[in-house]
């Protein structure tokens, strides 16, 4: 289990998250609805961690969307702080770019 994401599910059930403007383009570009995802954070599976990441700890999961598409959330915690959970980006992995379960980057 990664500490990031345990600690990201923990803050969003303390209701200690924000989504980020990027975030938001990214949801509405994808016709993607935030509450079903926040909501089922605890299905997320670790696809890569950046535990050194300057701006702070991030994790991006894949999660299943209420349509049943596989999504991409990247979530972080602010670098020096312990909260909140900030999801940064969410959006559909290219198929082109990730291999047949969406947990591994394809080779360039």
Not at 7 to 16: H, P, S
Request: aromatic share 6%; charged share 25%; hydrophobic share 40%.
């Amino acid at each position: 289990m990664s500490d990031i994401l345990s600690t990201v599910r923990l803050l969003i059930a303390d209701g200690k998250f924000r989504v980020s403007a990027h975030a938001l383009r990214e949801l509405l570009n994808d016709d993607l609805l935030i509450e079903p995802l926040v909501m089922d954070i605890v299905s997320a599976v670790v696809v890569e961690e950046y535990p050194q990441y300057h701006k702070g700890p991030c994790v991006l999961v894949l999660q299943t969307d209420e349509r049943g598409r596989t999504i991409h959330l990247l979530w972080g915690i602010p670098s020096g702080a312990s909260e909140p959970a900030v999801l940064i980006t969410a959006y559909i992995p290219d198929p082109d770019r990730w291999n047949d379960d969406f947990t591994r980057r394809k080779p360039q």
